[in-house]
Antibody
Framework: QLQLQESGPGLVKPSETLSLTCTVS??????????WGWIRQPPGKGLEWIGS???????YYNPSLKSRVTISVDTSKSQFSLKLSSLTAADTAVYYC????????????WGQGTLVTVSS | DIVMTQSPDSLAVSLGERATINCKSS????????????LAWYQQKPGQPPKLLIS???TRESGVPDRFTGSGSETDFTLTISSLQAEDVAVYYC???????????FGQGTKLEIK
């Protein structure tokens, strides 16, 4: 059974950069059919797609966040990572990593999510 | 961006009764070359990640009870729960995956409760 697990700091200061890692187990991050993405959810609010990556390193970002987002992959560790810079309180959210069965397929496996709070 | 709008925002239904949630997209999510609607439905319970219930507008995921049915095409979609169970209390989201960038946009969510 495919599993994804997010890790990273739960508290980050304004203007700093958030760094999260998603570890994939029970399946291969090098799967040719799969893409890997990040989605966030502010407390009590809806879902926002941040970006996605293929094992080759091809990336796709939400235009609304593109200037601040970097997603990378480390296939040797079965991990992909998110960096989000210039943080404000509006970036406080639960951050989920997820698998997409194809570039144009819905996320079907999700991590449990990690709450990141932006506060001084 | 394709905007997804759900109705109602919240819904209270008696146990055993039917629940209906609507989702409207600002443009068609039907890809004419393959006849597929790029529309999914998710269920999210408190403290949990969203769970994919239905993809391609009407394809139930493995293990999803058959009381959950997705229907609709192009811009208008419906999630129907035929006989509400206590464990169905959750927030439900529709999502389009037709667009290029952003890849996904979600509806605002519909909170389903027991009457």
């Amino acid at each position: 059974q495919l599993q994804l697990q997010e890790s990273g700091p739960g508290l980050v200061k304004p203007s700093e950069t958030l760094s999260l890692t998603c570890t994939v187990s029970g399946g291969s991050i090098r799967s040719r059919s799969d893409y890997w993405g990040w989605i966030r959810q502010p407390p009590g609010k809806g879902l926002e797609w941040i970006g996605s990556i293929y094992y080759s390193g091809d990336t796709y970002y939400n235009p609304s966040l593109k200037s601040r987002v970097t997603i990378s992959v480390d296939t040797s560790k079965s991990q992909f990572s998110l960096k989000l810079s210039s943080l404000t309180a509006a970036d406080t959210a639960v951050y989920y990593c997820a698998r997409q069965g194809g570039l144009f397929g819905p996320p079907d496996y999700w991590g449990q999510g990690t709450l990141v709070t932006v506060s001084s | 961006d394709i905007v997804m709008t759900q109705s109602p925002d919240s819904l209270a239904v008696s146990l055993g009764e039917r629940a209906t949630i609507n989702c409207k997209s600002s443009q068609s999510v039907l890809y004419s070359s393959n006849g597929k609607n790029y529309l999914a439905w998710y269920q999210q319970k408190p403290g949990q990640p969203p769970k994919l219930l239905i993809s391609w507008a009407s394809t139930r995921e493995s293990g999803v009870p058959d009381r959950f049915t997705g229907s609709g095409s192009e811009t208008d979609f419906t999630l129907t729960i035929s006989s509400l169970q206590a464990e169905d209390v959750a927030v439900y989201y529709c999502q389009q995956y037709y667009d290029t960038l952003p890849l996904y946009t979600f509806g605002q969510g519909t909170k389903l409760e027991i009457k």
